[in-house]
């Protein structure tokens, strides 16, 4: 049986994305599933400079396989950071195509693959998607599904609407929301409350887990020990599937 893809996009930039991929992927570890990261376009970092996102789920999940697949300087979307650079980048096909081939190994359960930014980001000169990946995977016959990372706040419920659509309106699996941060305390602001109570219904797929402001200031041995916790519904679980 082939590996399970799960596909993280953003509702925007800096919302704490890779922390709540390196979260699943410890969650997933933790009961026992045989995990690989994908960052197919990494952006803002020159070639062999340390903290690209990949680095930073190895700090934080522990030793994990991962994977980029292309690097450019330029903190911009990887289709205009390719074109500042005067560079070719794979398309979203031979992207695919080499989540494929991971996802058909028999040593990998789960495979998160973390995508730059939002669903509708151009990866490629053609202006193809992490939505059109996602399709593509979906298309090899691998089960594949989104997870929407977010923020709390005022503002989310939209953004996570129109996500949301243009999942649905591509027939694109999505598992839920993850709020990649979550204020300490039990002093809710009435915003953030109502908006775990809205969520599900606006975008008709549950919330699955809150991620704690600071988590990924851990250390790897805490972030790992408490990262199933921040999740109601784990979206990395493999076993009932």
């Not at 809150?210 to 020990?225: H, K, M, N, Q, Y």
């Amino acid at each position: 049986m082939t590996a399970r893809v799960l596909l993280i996009a953003g509702t925007n930039t800096d919302i704490g994305k890779t922390v709540a991929a390196a979260a699943i992927v410890a969650a997933a570890r933790a009961e026992g599933a045989r995990v690989v990261y994908v960052k197919p376009a990494q952006t803002g970092l020159r070639p062999d400079e340390p903290g690209s996102d990949a680095d930073e789920i190895r700090r934080l999940a522990g030793e994990v396989e991962t994977h980029e697949f292309v690097r450019l300087p330029d903190p911009l979307a990887p289709a205009a950071a390719a074109r500042v650079a005067g560079v070719d980048v794979p398309t979203v096909a031979e992207h695919a195509a080499a989540v494929v081939e991971i996802a058909r190994r028999d040593d990998v359960d789960l495979l998160v693959v973390e995508g730059a930014g939002g669903l509708l980001v151009h990866l490629d000169a053609a202006g193809g998607t992490q939505a059109d990946l996602g399709r593509a995977i979906l298309d090899a016959g691998i089960r594949a599904a989104f997870v929407v990372v977010t923020d709390p706040v005022l503002g989310t419920l939209n953004l996570c609407a129109l996500t949301q659509e243009a999942l649905d309106s591509r027939g694109l699996p999505c598992e839920g929301y993850v709020f990649g941060t979550w204020p300490p305390g039990d002093e809710v602001p009435l915003v953030l409350e109502q908006n775990v109570r809205d969520l599900p219904e606006v975008t008709g797929r549950p919330l699955l887990g809150r991620l704690p402001a600071g988590a990924g200031r851990l250390e790897t041995t805490d972030f790992v020990a408490r990262a199933p916790a921040w999740f109601v519904h784990h979206p990395g679980r493999t076993s009932d599937t």
